[in-house]
């Protein structure tokens, strides 16, 4: 029954430096089905910030699509020119809820002209029409219909939240990116940011959610899929149950070991009881990337890449101690 | 042997060509005057010659060697503009450092007091103070520039002690119970010292301009040259009008060379260490 | 109360206290300087009597009234102010017995019709080339631009101003070599006497012009050059709002510090115009005070500077005015110093 909404197929997409190149996404397929809400989670510099540019093609330089394939609801984005990419697909079929939601509005200019401006480049609609658009979705997301008329520096902390959650969906996008939403957020406010988006999925307005972050443990109440990255490469994935329940490879392992430790300390951190450090991209380590940090390295790591295999239903893991 | 910072700075092509400009002006007017050893307020030579061999750059309408007045006057103006922002540092760390380490009271009748020096244009208040001094050793002019050149830089330190106070070290000195100048002059400064010594290259660039400014107005130092004085003396003597470019090319582009110099350097340090801080 | 009239209430105010402090120094100046310059003056007035005993003795005798010479200090002090606010200046030594504010009003007009266009046509040139120069930042052009706002900003304009001369008007012989206008022309409303002025006006609006912009456009590069990086920038992109769009949002925010910037520096230009007035002979205030100082006419450099003072505050609040009414933040109360 499901069908993709997004594929992206041997991604690549590396950064040129003057240090050198930094190969932040390196041959990473995913796809992500109708209906789900995806979780991909990682340390940070593990290039899952990049990956969520790269879907939606966001990219500029010094970042480059080095190769790959990313095909959104039919279309093959990783061929469109940047114009088209923004007036057809941006905030139309793909829309982004970025980290920092606080400063993430026009400061200058009251939200409804910020949206007026916004729609316009998309859609041939009259003032009316955005207004009265813009006023339902504000109504829908639990906003005041005045703060339409306010600059973004009147609204609250949790009402530019949500405002820029409205204006992110006012175009009913099939798919919302949410980077980070909650890491500035203390719990209570993240809940509700939560709910929102599940009340978005199930009203409808949006399809999928890709959900980038370092906090499983925010995944573990929202996510349907996993996706676990380390080192510019996903190293296992499957559903929410498998993954979480019985990881495979051992990066997934100490991440979920990791959020399991109550200390909220030692959890924002992330990977404590992983030994060492996130690896440079610019010169990877050979083999299996997280071979130097992996307990259970083998011979075979140091020289081999493992591939992303598929080892039952959709669950795939990369690494030499499973074999299919 | 070189520290890894200085060996990072000199990666930094800015770095490399303002550094060079400025060592190498300072240094021919420091050493300059030893080899080349002609008075520069002699009057012997034959006026208004253009620069030859025996006159390198030149005579004004005095008989003056123009060369020898050069060299004095880049090593005077060197030295108004160290002492000068030497003084305006003192001033504008001080009560930045107060200012913002202290908050309340103390900070909003600081900030009013240098707000409101800030508003009154430095260059006019040293005009107005050097008219009614009769005489103006180098030592005065530095002093009249130095007291009336700080306030932005009070306001620079104030704002980035305030982002520096939010930070853990500060907490940590506090817990350990050290008091506030003991904070102050051993946590807070050597953290700004980066930021400290950009300011003094701006002050000094600025002082070096400022005294021009002043000399051209009839109102530098009484005795003695300095690059303004040589340009006031151009000025006054129609040098311009009467094709004397030797005159008055020579001091400009010095001045020109090390302000611009000084403005790289601070330009780079700045890149180097702070590369997203903007200053309001 | 609106924030915009608090704002603008608060800044009167500021501006006030500055002009207080600011006739406080104009008075204790000469009175508190070692050696006392005032009394210096007097007493070689004094000496140069027997030239023409009958007018140095006038001024001798007037200048004693206007300082107050003799009183106790808080009486010469209530004397000033009550003769300040009446808008008396005092009276020139150089000029006797001309009246201080007439002489500067008369000069007053050539420095601001010389100073107000440079310095707006160099802020708005010097913006567009530095958004420029950040929008093309890394590029070729910008790294072409850069060395040349850098040194342009540290140019003294007196000095471009002697090159320029040299030039254009000595070497080339294509504009006049200095003042207002052509000498024995008497200054009235043909044609040909305008060309006349705009000939002369060319140079010294030129050198103030570009030696100011270099400041402007490195301020405004690197106001875009963070614009650019903030995130409002991103999320617009990320909404797919085109690209020329996000630019003039970035252009917009951009310009706001650059209007404050406006008022900040309009002092240190102003003084900077008024020695490249020297150079041109223009007949400005430039050119007046000059000559108080090399004449030691105290009551006149007392007056420039208290007219130069008076306008650039007022410049300062006209600023703020138009700050207040283009950024919502003040509007609304969000920002204010």
């Known amino acids: 029954m499901s069908t993709l909404l997004l594929e992206a197929e041997r991604v690549k997409s590396y950064y040129h430096t003057r240090e050198g190149t930094v190969k932040a996404v390196d041959d990473v397929s995913l796809d992500v089905e109708n209906g789900i809400i995806l979780g991909l989670a990682g340390e940070s510099g593990c290039g899952k910030s990049t990956l969520m540019n790269t879907l939606m093609m966001k990219i500029r330089p010094p970042l480059y699509l080095v190769d790959g394939e990313i095909i959104v609801d039919g279309e093959r984005i990783s061929k469109m020119e940047r114009k088209e990419i923004k007036k057809k697909i941006w905030g139309v079929k793909i829309s982004l809820v970025p980290q920092s939601a606080l400063n993430a509005l026009m400061p200058t200019k009251r939200i409804i002209d910020f949206i007026r401006d916004v729609v316009k480049f998309h859609v041939d609609v009259s003032d009316g029409e955005i207004v009265s658009m813009a006023r339902k979705r504000f109504e829908e997301l639990n906003l005041p219909e005045d703060s339409l008329y306010l600059y973004p520096h009147e609204l609250s902390g949790g009402m530019k939240q949500r405002a820029v959650i409205a204006i992110s ?69 499957g559903t929410l149950e498998d993954v979480l329940s019985n990881p495979k490879h051992p990066y997934t392992a100490g991440l979920i070991h990791a959020v399991i430790t109550p200390e909220p300390e030692i959890r924002k951190r992330g990977l404590v009881s992983i030994p060492g450090e996130p690896p440079n991209l610019i010169n990877p380590p050979s083999g299996c990337r997280f071979h130097p940090r992996c307990l259970h390295a083998m011979p075979i790591c140091k020289k081999v890449v493992p591939e992303l295999v598929d080892i039952s239903n959709g669950r795939k893991v990369s690494c030499h101690l499973v074999k299919a | 042997m070189i520290p890894p910072i200085l060996k990072n700075l000199l990666r930094i092509k800015k770095f490399d060509i303002s550094v060079s400009i400025i060592l190498f002006i300072t240094l021919v007017g420091i050493i300059g005057p030893f080899v080349y050893t002609v008075d520069p307020t002699a009057l012997h030579a034959p006026p208004e010659v253009p620069p030859n061999n025996k006159y390198p750059l030149g005579t004004d309408s005095y008989g003056r060697d123009l060369l020898a007045q050069l060299l004095h006057g880049i090593r005077s103006s060197l030295y108004i503009g160290l002492t000068a922002s030497l003084i305006s540092l003192a001033i504008g760390v001080t009560i930045g450092a107060v200012a913002g380490f202290k908050g309340g009271i103390t900070d909003d009748s600081l900030m009013l007091v240098t707000n409101v020096v800030y508003a009154l244009p430095s260059i006019m208040l040293m005009m107005l103070i050097a008219a009614y001094l009769k005489e103006r050793n180098p030592l005065f002019v530095a002093l009249i520039i130095g007291l009336t050149s700080w306030p932005w830089v009070a306001r620079a330190v ?52 400022a005294e021009a400014g002043l000399s051209m107005i009839g109102l530098g130092v009484t005795r003695g040259v300095s690059l303004g004085i040589i340009l006031y003396w151009a000025q006054l003597l129609e040098s311009v009008r009467r094709g004397l470019w030797w005159w008055f090319i020579p001091p400009g582009a010095c001045l020109v060379s090390l302000a611009t110099s000084m403005l790289l350097l601070s330009t780079s340090l700045d890149e180097y260490f702070s590369p997203r801080l903007r200053g309001r | 109360m609106s924030p915009v009239l608090r704002f603008l209430i608060r800044r009167i105010g500021f501006f006030a206290l500055t002009f207080v402090v600011f006739t406080l120094v104009i008075f204790t100046l000469p009175r508190a300087i070692p050696g006392n310059p005032l009394s210096t003056l007097l007493s070689q007035l004094f000496q140069q009597a027997q030239a023409n005993p009958e007018l140095i003795r006038a001024v001798y005798k007037r200048l004693m009234d206007e300082f107050g010479v003799g009183k106790p200090l808080h009486e010469q002090f209530l004397l000033f102010i009550s003769r300040t606010l009446k808008g008396d200046l005092g009276t020139s030594i150089a000029f006797y017995p001309r009246k201080v504010a007439d002489i500067v009003f008369a000069y007053l007009p050539w420095s601001l019709g010389l100073l107000i266009p440079a310095v707006l046509t160099s802020w708005i040139i010097g913006n567009m080339l530095g958004a420029l120069a950040g929008y093309k930042r890394t590029t070729a052009l910008d790294n072409a631009m850069l060395p040349a706002f850098l040194t342009l900003s540290q ?156 306008t650039l505050l007022l410049a300062n609040l006209i600023v703020d005015f138009v700050y207040a009414y283009i950024d919502p933040r003040i509007r609304t109360g969000y920002i204010g110093e």
């Open chain 2, 158 to 209: 104030r704002s980035q002690l305030m982002s520096l106070k939010s930070r853990d070290f500060l907490a940590i000195s506090r817990m350990a119970a050290l008091s506030d100048l003991k904070i102050m002059f051993e946590d807070l400064i050597p953290n700004m010292a980066s930021y400290i010594f950009m300011a003094f290259v701006l002050l000094m660039s600025g002082a070096m301009i």
């Open chain 1, 169 to 237: 969906t006012l175009l009913n996008p099939k798919l919302l990116i949410v980077d980070e939403p909650t890491s500035a957020l203390d719990v209570s406010t993240q809940k509700r940011v939560l709910k929102l988006l599940l009340d978005l999925k199930k009203f409808k307005i949006i399809d999928s959610i890709v959900f980038v972050t370092h906090d499983i443990a925010v995944l573990r109440q929202i996510a349907d899929r996993l996706v676990i990255m380390y080192a510019g490469k996903i190293v296992e994935s």
């Open chain 3, 155 to 310: 140019t003294p304009y007196y000095w471009l101003a002697m090159i320029f001369l040299y030039i254009f008007a000595v070497n080339l012989g294509w504009l006049p070599i200095g003042g207002a206008y052509s000498s024995g022309r008497i200054p009235k409303l043909t044609l040909d006497f305008i060309v006349d002025m705009l000939r002369h006006y060319v140079l010294p609006y030129l050198s103030i012009l570009l030696s100011s912009m270099g400041g402007w456009a490195i301020g405004m590069r690197s106001m875009v050059i963070y614009e650019l990086g903030s995130d409002y920038v991103d999320y617009a992109d990320s909404l797919g709002l085109s690209d020329s769009k996000i630019l003039r949002y970035v252009f917009k925010n951009s310009m706001l510090p650059q209007v404050t910037g406006l008022a900040l520096n309009f002092g240190s230009i102003l003084g900077g115009s008024l020695i490249t007035e020297l150079v041109f002979n223009y007949p400005g205030t430039g050119f007046l005070l000059f000559r108080a100082i090399s004449t030691l006419d105290y009551p006149l450099i007392q007056g420039v500077f208290m007219l130069l003072i008076s």
